[in-house]
């Protein structure tokens, strides 16, 4: 009998072990299938596939000077091709921080935390001469995720004008949530990749408007960012709430 038991609890471990190495496979909710077909397009998301817990950000975000192709499939920029990236940018005491093109206006700034996380702190909308500073700092790619989980967080946005940073040009508060939805098989024209999402939520009144918008990233390891669904004009997206959403995809790596 305590042969028997020893064998049982050890396969089990087994079984659990195997298990957490292969990951848990979650499907693509029927909201967010829609939403992502309406702006991607169909078939370029596809199967869901078993997801790890983020234990190493930059592997889906290698933090690394490269320009990328991007194709607009959705939006009013439909058609085109954005060369957008990510560059260094020089800090005093010799940190690191990074810009990443989110569209040809708009820059994400960001960097990596003692524990890991890659956040971005602020953007700057060049298109309305705009910084855009988040305390707390957003979320891009957080360390320690679990798959299916959600992080909620409250911010205070401060928009300023670029040619006079003292000049505020709006501010207010914002909460948010941002979920590790899984993991699917993302198809672009740059090609076929194992890709995490994550989804972004906010809510909350900047200057004279409530807010509520939604955003997607898929994060495809060693590659980076190979499909995006984000607003195009950040004032847009705080302040007066029109549809500018757009969604991109990976033409070269």
Known sequence: MRTLVTVTLGLLLLASGVARAQ???????????????????????????????????????????????FQVVAGRHAGEIQTLGLLKTRRPGGKMAWRFGLSPTLNGFMRETPEGDIIMAALSDSGEGVVIVTTPANPFVPKGMQPGETRTYAQQVSVNYLDDPGDQRYSGAIKGTYT?????????????????????????????????????????????????????????????????TSGKVLVSK
């Open 180 to 244: 590790y939805v899984g993991t699917y098989q993302v198809t672009v024209p740059a090609g076929t990749f194992p890709a995490v999402l994550f989804r972004v939520k906010c809510e909350g009144k900047v200057g004279p408007a409530h807010t509520q918008n939604m955003g997607y990233n898929f994060f495809a390891p060693g590659v980076g960012m190979v499909a995006m669904i984000l607003e195009d004009d950040v004032t847009a997206f705080w302040i007066f709430n029109i549809d500018s």
């Open 23 to 69: 990951g848990v496979v979650l499907p693509l909710p029927p909201e967010d299938q829609k939403v992502i077909s309406a702006q991607l397009g169909a078939g370029v998301v596809g199967a869901a596939l078993p997801s790890q817990p983020i234990t190493d950000p930059s592997v889906y975000f290698p933090l690394q000077d490269k320009a990328q192709k």
